[in-house]
């Protein structure tokens, strides 16, 4: 530019620009589109601009209350794949360019997930001619249900029902005697589909079920089922029983059986069981019954006095729950009859069946069987005895002899996974020879937390509380009298007899065993 006489004067046209001046972002992408749509991801693709851009950045959002995610992607891609998505959702899906720091405008549109289909199909009270089928529902919320159904023996027998998206149930109606059906279930929300749910069925024979299925002797855990056979000879029966929330269990049993015992049930919990006969391999006719089991004073029983508290009366294994809340039981043998009962067994040899010449992690996780010789676990008996304070009991028997001791206090404390016995205040018939091993670590032969002047575990043979070395050695050989290494109680037979009966066990030491009737 320049000035001629006072006036200003073009003499560059880029004199024009102004420091103001907009210069154009990178080019947008186009034709955006949707494919390989699920209840839970779709694949968003665009075409590349021609210019040059860096990459892209895909954005998508739930409508109805969903946050913005953004992904970027490489300039060489022109789709990407959305997972994670719920079904039967709307989510608006926007693509733009990006070429260093800036950005194109966006392109946008609508995406919507198909609905999932409901779940857990099952036929109930299976006739002749009827059936009922129950689901659960889907997550989405859906307009309607499609249910279609026939069978492949019957040509043309396929029919469609549709229901409501709040329905749970329908029952199949003018159903063929014999045979074998298949029902499938979507959900439909608008114009979309689910996958569908499948199950099969197949419908009795006339009069040809069993009849008459009752519930008796209802306790908390279990239920006598009985029911009247059929006319005509079945080859077997199918039991399945469920209570809500909880799985379906299915048993198989003889043609000759009318009556089966449900054990492990849950207290308070509304059951329904139903009984199919089977001949020529097909099922007949289900029939069903509902119970209620009943409640339990302790419904997650923590040790064996609360069983017995329950109404377990007789000594056998049963399920305990460490803490007392619902979770993996474990097994135990309780000892329902001894001074009032309610003894948690954690150990026991009778018959020298049973080696207990054993290492470290065998003596943490247990070992044995609990209806004869066994070690209960030290990880398992440290969870048991820590939550309230406990009494140790220790019976011995030698032919006609019974002697016990009795200790006031035990535990068995898992610090640094050494496994610290804490025992004391004696009592019993026995003599004392357990206070010796008071505060002791655990020991095994492949680990002595503290030797002495010998390895004790290795010396006498058995995985113990040891000291220096032992007064009792109830883990010691079976039937061996010589060099200390038996099953000893000294306060009893001395160090140079095996005892051929022993067992440990504890309780609370609050349990008053008078109070029990």
Partial sequence: SSFTQGKLTVSHPHCLLSPFTQIAGPEPPSNLAFSEVTESSLTVSWTRP????????????????????????????????????????????????????????????IALTLPDPPTDLRAINVTDTKALLLWRP??????????????EEVPGSELKIKVSGNAVEQQLQALRASTKYTVTIVSQL?????????????????????????????????????????????????????????????????????????????????????LQGQRGGIYMAAISTEFTTGSLLFPFPSDCSQQLQNGMRVSGVMELFPGGKEGKPVRVYCDMKTDGGGWTVFQR???????????WHEYIKGFGELDGEFWLGNELLHNLTKLTPMTLRV???????????????????????????????????AGDSMTYH???????RDRDPQPFITRCAMSYRGGWWYKNCHEANLNGLYNTHTNHQGVIWTAWKGKDFSIPFTEMKFRPASFDPRTQG
């Fill in 190 to 274: 608008g114009d979309r589909k689910s996958s569908g749910t499948t199950t099969i069925f197949t419908s009795s024979g006339r009069g040809e079920g069993p009849r008459d299925l009752t519930a008796s002797q209802v306790t908390p855990r279990t239920a006598v089922l009985s029911w009247k056979p059929p006319a005509s000879a079945v080859s077997r029966y199918k039991l399945t029983y469920f209570t809500e929330g909880r799985e379906t269990k299915e048993v198989i049993l003889d043609h000759h059986v009318t009556e089966y015992k449900l054990t492990g049930l849950h207290p308070s919990s509304t059951y329904t069981a139903r």
């Fill in 438 to 444: 008071d505060r002791r670590p655990f020991s095994t």
């Fill in 50 to 109: 021609k210019s040059q851009v860096s990459g892209f950045k895909v954005t998508y959002t739930q409508k109805q209350d969903g946050e913005p995610v953004s992904v970027t992607v490489d300039s060489t891609d022109s789709s990407l794949a959305l997972s994670r998505l719920s079904p039967g959702s709307s989510y608006e899906v926007s693509v733009i360019s990006v070429l260093g720091l800036d950005e194109s405008d966006s392109i946008s549109d």
């Fill in 395 to 429: 019976d011995l028997r030698s032919g006609d002899e019974s002697v016990y001791a009795l200790y006031s206090t035990f535990s068995v404390d898992s610090m640094k996974r050494r496994y610290t016995i804490r025992v004391s205040g004696y009592s019993g018939t």
């Fill in 349 to 359: 040899r009778k018959d020298g069946k049973t080696d207990f010449f054993r290492g």
């Fill in 138 to 151: 889907a997550l989405a919320t859906v307009d309607q249900y499609v249910i279609v159904y026939g069978s």
